[in-house]
C-alpha cells in the first residue's frame, strides 16, 4: 500500500477514497476516484497497475467511469 500512496500523491488533481471490508478470509478494500482530469485519473490507473505491488493483486475488476450531476439534472436526462 505504500508504493500505492506514493504513485496517488503524483496526481494531485485525483482525489481517491478507500473503503476497507473484511470477508471470511481475505481482506478487501474499494477505491473510488473524483476527478475533473480524466486524462490524469487514466495515468494514475495505469501507473498503479503496472507497479510492483499490483503484482499481488489477484483479480482486478472494471472501472466504471461517470459525470457527477445533481439529482435533477439526472431526472431530467430520464424523461
Known amino acids: ?7 496517488g500523491h503524483k496526481y494531485p ?3 481517491i477514497h478507500t473503503g476497507y471490508s473484511f470477508g471470511l478470509d ?3 478494500f474499494v477505491l ?5 482530469e ?3 485519473f487514466a495515468e494514475l ?3 498503479l497497475r503496472s507497479s510492483e505491488a499490483s503484482r499481488y493483486t489477484q483479480l482486478e475488476t472494471p472501472i466504471f467511469t461517470c459525470v457527477q450531476a445533481k439529482m435533477r439534472e439526472i431526472l431530467d436526462l430520464l424523461g
Request: no cysteine.
Open 1 to 7: 500500500m505504500a508504493q500505492h500512496f506514493k504513485i
Open 13 to 15: 488533481s485525483v482525489r
Open 26 to 28: 481475505d481482506p478487501e
Open 32 to 36: 473510488a476516484f473524483e476527478t475533473n
Open 38 to 40: 480524466p486524462a490524469d
Open 45 to 47: 490507473v495505469m501507473e
